[in-house]
């Protein structure tokens, strides 16, 4: 792949990225603010009078405007990083479309990056967790996520060397099994985090997960079809089709 087509691809990527940040913002706002604020609500119930602190940033603006500049500016970040990793992907997944290869790309790095963190290490509202341990809970998430990525990675290797030998149905069974029993490993082996409040809200801390998870799947499948739509474009163009005219101008 040229130059040219890499920096098309980036540019693509980065609009596709901007475009689903915005359909993530949409989501984050009606979906996602009100948990937050149920969560803000409950920790300042719950605090002694003399630990509450005057805010730097009002909640009002973090909602809105530093809600927009962080999911809009992630966007278009992870959109030109997920375009060069197209870029790398393209042509060795199988012979799948250009768009077809920005959809299987998305749903595996969503269930990579995301999902799979996610379920060990999910995420949580304001006024849980414990500010001493912040490091360690950031450190742990981390560590599963590139674990899960190399895994992912390591899995595609796998499956791709046994392809010849099984066919492609049996190898990808066996590379997805081996993906899910190192990572159900991993899940064994590295400590538990339970750090919420006995008496927070199940409710409240069940639909702060679950938008956070739509906000992610928003992001990631809004980029796959956006941007597998460009690259269509890019790489397979339509033939233009001649016009009667000219169809008639050609056979004379």
């Given at each position: 792949m040229n130059s040219a087509t890499v920096r098309n691809l980036l540019v693509r990527g980065m609009?596709?990225?901007?475009?689903?940040?915005?359909l993530a913002l949409i989501v984050a706002y009606f979906l996602g603010e009100p948990n937050v604020d149920g969560a803000i609500g409950f920790e300042e119930a719950h605090a002694p009078a003399h630990e509450h602190e005057v805010e730097l940033v009002?909640?009002?603006?973090?909602?809105t405007a530093g809600l927009a500049t962080g999911v809009l500016v992630y966007g278009v970040a992870f959109g030109g990083i997920a375009a060069l990793a197209y870029c790398f992907a393209l042509g060795r997944v199988g012979r799948l479309t250009p768009r077809a290869t920005a959809l299987l790309l998305s749903g595996c790095a969503l269930l990579a990056v995301y999902v799979v963190p996610f379920l060990k290490y999910p995420a949580n509202p304001p006024s849980v967790?414990?500010?001493d341990t912040i490091g360690k809970r950031t450190t742990l998430y981390?560590?599963?996520?590139?674990?899960?990525?190399?895994?992912?990675?390591a899995a595609t290797l796998l499956g791709k060397r046994l392809a010849p030998r099984l066919g492609t149905w049996y190898a990808t069974v066996v590379a997805v099994a081996a993906f899910a029993l190192v990572i159900g490993l991993a899940y064994a082996l590295l400590p538990v985090i339970n750090e919420v409040p006995q008496n927070f809200p199940a409710t409240l801390l069940w639909r702060f997960r679950?938008?956070?998870?739509?906000?992610?799947?928003?992001?990631w499948g809004g980029f796959g079809l956006a941007f597998g739509e460009l690259a269509e474009?890019?790489?397979?163009?339509?033939?233009a089709t001649a016009t009667p005219g000219t169809a008639v101008a050609a056979s004379d």
């Open positions: 609009l596709a990225g901007l475009t689903a940040g915005v009002s909640r009002g603006l973090q909602s967790g414990e500010p981390f560590l599963m996520m590139l674990l899960s990525v190399l895994l992912a990675i679950l938008s956070a998870l739509a906000i992610q799947i928003t992001l474009r890019l790489l397979a163009p339509e033939p």
